[in-house]
């Protein structure tokens, strides 16, 4: 072991530690390339914290740690098992990590400049006055003990979701998702769709979340909450039919029973761009000349 580590020392180590001397250019190359590599990281890292595939890429460590172990102490059938499993484990990671990988990448195909150049201000205000008619909505709602759904579309678009309703192209106001809602009409049954400042469908059917670790008590609009959450970067407001309570449901995770101030600070932290702040140059003082007399 020490040998094979003693020849990789002298052979790829040092070898490239010359080639760095010789070649300063490739040095900065190399610099570059690191900072990349933990920029990269960092990105996979912000994405990854807080969902189901962070637990999973925590037990993915470990199995590469089990690996090299049991190929350092030379205990080969376990490390052939392992090797195995590594081996055809891309194939059922493509699998497992499908909604993050769909997600990431729909991310990354996103445009984001505008927001450095001051476009987004007006459309902050816009958001920001939907985000309190959205509020005053799920509280009435709420407190009359009608259920509601209620899905917010950010940077992904859901035309599949929004295909399955009802096309409103309507202004949002309380009054409207309040007459939605409103039990025994045509439209209260399933979600309604917000996108582009306007209700796009109502009676929206949206994909049910059947994880094992989401607790019993959830009724369906909670489980469709979380689902579409998952597949999207979508924001949903909840309100349970039989206790009243209202939910947000972000990133596939439910946060159960909040207040109106709660649910006013939870959307306009997640809706509105932060735009960068120029700070302005203030004028130089003037110099007092003294006069001669």
Not at 85 to 93: A, N, P
Not at 208 to 221: M, N, S, V, W
Not at 246 to 271: C, F, P, Q, Y
Request: one cysteine or more; charged letters at 25%; glycine letters at 6%.
């Amino acid at each position: 072991m020490f040998d094979t580590l003693k020849e990789i020392y002298e052979n790829v180590i040092v070898r490239y530690i010359e080639e760095l001397c010789n070649n300063p250019m490739l040095l900065i190359m190399s610099i570059l390339d690191i900072v990349i590599v933990i920029f990269l990281l960092h990105k996979l890292f912000q994405m990854l914290k807080g969902t189901r595939a962070w637990q999973l890429s925590k037990g993915i460590l470990l199995l590469i740690l089990a690996t090299f172990l049991s190929e350092v102490f030379r205990l080969n059938i376990l490390n052939y098992i392992l090797s195995s499993v590594m081996t055809y484990g891309v194939f059922m990671l493509i699998v497992i990590f499908q909604p993050e990988i769909r997600r990431g990448l729909e991310q990354l195909g996103t445009s984001k400049f505008s927001k450095y150049f001051g476009i987004d201000q007006d459309v902050n205000a816009k958001t920001k006055e939907n985000i309190y008619k959205i509020a005053i909505a799920a509280m009435e709602l709420s407190k009359a003990g009608t259920g509601a759904l209620i899905v917010i579309e950010r940077e992904i678009k859901i035309q599949d979701i929004t295909a399955t309703g009802i096309v409103m192209n309507a202004e949002i106001s309380p009054q409207v998702l309040v007459n939605i809602f409103e039990p025994k009409t045509p439209l209260h049954d399933g979600a309604v769709v917000i996108s582009n400042h306007k209700i796009a469908a109502a009676s929206c059917m949206l994909p049910l979340a059947d994880d094992k670790d989401i607790a019993r008590e959830l009724g369906t609009r909670h489980r469709a909450a979380i689902g579409i959450s998952k597949e999207s970067d979508a924001i949903v407001v909840v309100v349970s039919e039989e206790t009243g309570k209202v939910s947000i449901a972000k990133d596939g995770t439910l946060i159960a029973d909040v207040r109106e101030d709660v649910l006013k600070k939870i959307l306009i932290k997640n809706l509105i761009v932060e735009i960068p702040k120029v700070k302005k140059k203030g004028r130089a003082p003037k110099k007092k000349v003294e006069q001669k007399q």
